[in-house]
DNA sequence: ATAAGATTACCCATTTATTGGTATTGTGGG
DNA sequence: CCCACAATACCAATAAATGGGTAATCTTAT
């Protein structure tokens, strides 16, 4: 008997999901969460083999989640499901400590594989993720492996709402220097460029909302 | 009996939502599209009463769909599922004739009456989505029915991409006054003040992907 | 306690973006 | 045929962002 805990931000998703896997006489759903700080409190109380993980998630993303329970549950495995197959994501996924990834266009087959091989001690990884692992390294990567601290964070989620470095300053009651040096970091963490591309990584990483 | 189309690009929303409205005696599912083309392909085949919609697809996006649906299958009724709450989007669909519009962060029960209603004609709208729609207008809002050219969203996705107004007009094979102007009334239309915001929007607008 | 990282702060040169104009040409719908 | 709008292009002033530094505190985990 597999037990699993299933995190996404989406009710419907896990609904669905929980229908579908509860199918499988060999597992079972021992709870639901619908963000990082739900996941904790839930493995605490539930006790589950493998965790389902959405990385898109609000409150604790999915890095900083994979790698508290790794480190809090060396145990539990992680397979994360999710729709982003950028190269910094996965490679900071795995080092974070998860045992596998699957996108969510895959089928019902692989998904069952993925779970049996996961829960199983193995790893698993969708075609397609293992492919962009293997790519040679592109000249616009997005990110490598980002770990972004609070304050950037806040900072980012002021730049969203199309502040400018003197507003933020002003907001945050500390000096327009700071928040230069702030973005500088973030944009070299991130080894981007612009705010362009800082915005699009923060929304599509679930950072922002 | 309830005949159900299903679209979604994430196969795994889909096969989860399928076990989960199978259980249901007076629902069928007739059929599943990945993108708005295989939507009106599955129309055509399988006559469905209700079409689930997913706005954030590949090839041909929600609004599009919803309308072209309307308007060759004007019987067929339009769920819409998706994480935007937008109100441009909310409002654009509605006029391209959805007869619903929830969030896939509902449960259960919301999606068994919100698809029971529109089966049966009626029109049915998430709490939250609700709540958007009747929204006083905002400083910070990005514009209602802001309808950007074929040619502006080309450059926002240059944007996205981190490009810079001169790179641009060297890829497009335009002068880069011309990026600049194009930028200005995205700006413009969307009233928004720089291009965070801008790539925020089309972000969460389901523009980019 | 100590080292690593976070947060704060400053300076300056340069590049980019934004704002506010004007204006020509092409094109699809009524 | 016209009109509205899309797409193109140019100029110039100003605001903002970026890149290159340096450096002092404050936290936090080992």
């Keep these: 008997?597999?037990?699993?805990?299933?995190?996404?931000?989406?009710?419907?998703?896990?609904?669905?999901?929980?229908?579908?896997?509860?199918?499988?006489k060999n597992i079972l759903i021992t709870g639901e969460a619908n963000n990082g700080l739900q996941?904790?409190?839930?493995?605490?109380?539930?006790?589950?083999?493998?965790v389902l993980l959405d990385i898109n998630m609000p409150e604790l993303?999915?890095?900083n989640t994979t790698a508290l329970i790794r480190k809090k549950y060396p145990d539990v495995k992680i397979l994360i499901l999710t729709m982003y197959k950028t190269k910094?994501?996965?490679?900071?996924?795995i080092r974070a400590g998860a045992s596998g990834y699957i996108l969510k266009n895959t089928g019902?087959?692989?998904?069952?594989?993925?779970?049996?091989?996961?829960?199983?001690?193995g790893t698993f990884f969708s075609k397609d993720v293992a492919e962009t692992l293997t790519e040679k390294h592109t000249k616009y990567t997005p990110l490598?492996?980002?770990?972004?601290?609070?304050?950037?964070?806040?900072?980012?989620?002021?730049?969203?709402?199309?502040?400018?470095?003197?507003?933020?300053?002003?907001?945050?009651?500390?000096?327009?220097?700071?928040i230069?040096?702030?973005?500088k970091n973030i944009l070299h963490k991130l080894q981007l460029t612009n705010t362009a591309e800082v915005i699009l990584y923060a929304s599509q990483s679930g950072l922002i909302n």
Tied chains: 1, 2.
Excluded: W
Aim: proline fraction near 1%.
């Design 144 to 178: 490598e492996d980002a770990v972004l601290s609070k304050r950037e964070i806040e900072i980012i989620r002021e730049m969203a709402k199309g502040l400018t470095t003197k507003q933020i300053a002003e907001r945050l009651f500390i000096s327009s220097y700071t």
């Design 61 to 63: 993303n999915g890095i």
């Design 180 to 183: 230069e040096t702030h973005r």
């Design 108 to 121: 019902n087959a692989e998904l069952m594989e993925a779970i049996n091989t996961v829960a199983g001690g």
């Design 39 to 50: 996941v904790m409190e839930c493995i605490q109380k539930l006790k589950p083999d493998l």
């Design 88 to 93: 910094g994501f996965i490679n900071g996924l």
């Design 1 to 24: 008997m597999i037990r699993i805990l299933i995190a996404d931000d989406h009710q419907m998703f896990i609904d669905g999901l929980r229908s579908l896997l509860e199918r499988d």
